[in-house]
């Protein structure tokens, strides 16, 4: 488990395939298939030596192409499943990409805990600065703020939280159900946790977005942590694919 922003997290859970199993994807077609090379090394600084898998300079060369050429289908025989905890307003930023066709071509699929009947007390994130609006744009954003003005929306933020989470007590408390007690809670900065099973296509293609300028940074930061767990599971294709990352 790798910590983001204040309470969130990124949680590896399962992965299928390798880089070999994208490049026997692609060699289905011609009714072929390839295996590893095993190159000898020393493991840890030691003198214990072990035969280690590596692609083939070919089957490199296969995936480069690929990716370079946009022929993702082999990629999609590779999936990762992270468990993520991060604020509503990010986690539909991320959902942005399982809905739509693109995201049901690329494959990807999204389970998240049900607030209706986790009783769990509500969390919610702080930000540890807050960012001036960008000129001449209609969204993003700038710099930070000074310190004075952090620390004073701060503590309006604060307040506020306060402020809704009594009232959701109070409702509660005279026997409002939970969907609609929320009601009262400030949802944008309100902490959610989902599994997120993704094709390495899928999750290639979300790092290339949320790792560019101009992402939303609390976004970049779970980009960076999920692209972090992805790239030691398949490190060719992963470096082909997101070559403008890594």
Known sequence: MIQVLN????????????DLSVVNAARASFK??????????????????????????????LINY???????????????????????????????????????EEGTNWNEA??????AEPEFYIPSSWRSAPENKKQGSGEPVGEELTENLNALLHSTIKMCMDRYEL????????????????ANFQYTT?????????????????????AQSETTEYAKVIYDIVEPLFPVSMEALCNEVS
């Open 7 to 18: 309470k969130g997290y990124v949680r590896y859970i399962d992965h299928l395939g390798t």
């Open 32 to 61: 072929k298939e390839s295996d590893w090379e095993y190159s000898e090394e020393m493991v840890d600084q030691s003198r214990i030596l072990e035969f280690v898998p590596r692609l083939k300079e070919a089957d490199r060369k």
């Open 66 to 104: 690929l990716a370079k050429h946009n022929h993702g289908s082999p990629f999609r025989h590779c999936y990762v499943t992270l468990e993520i905890k991060a604020p509503i307003i990010i986690a539909r930023q991320i959902f942005k990409h399982v809905i739509g066709v693109a995201s049901i």
């Open 114 to 119: 049900s607030y209706r009947y986790v009783t």
């Open 171 to 186: 409702a509660v408390k005279h026997g409002v159900c939970i969907e609609q007690a929320r009601g009262f809670l400030p």
């Open 194 to 214: 989902w599994r997120w099973t993704a094709s390495l296509q899928a999750i290639a293609h979300f790092c290339n977005l949320r790792l560019g300028k101009d």
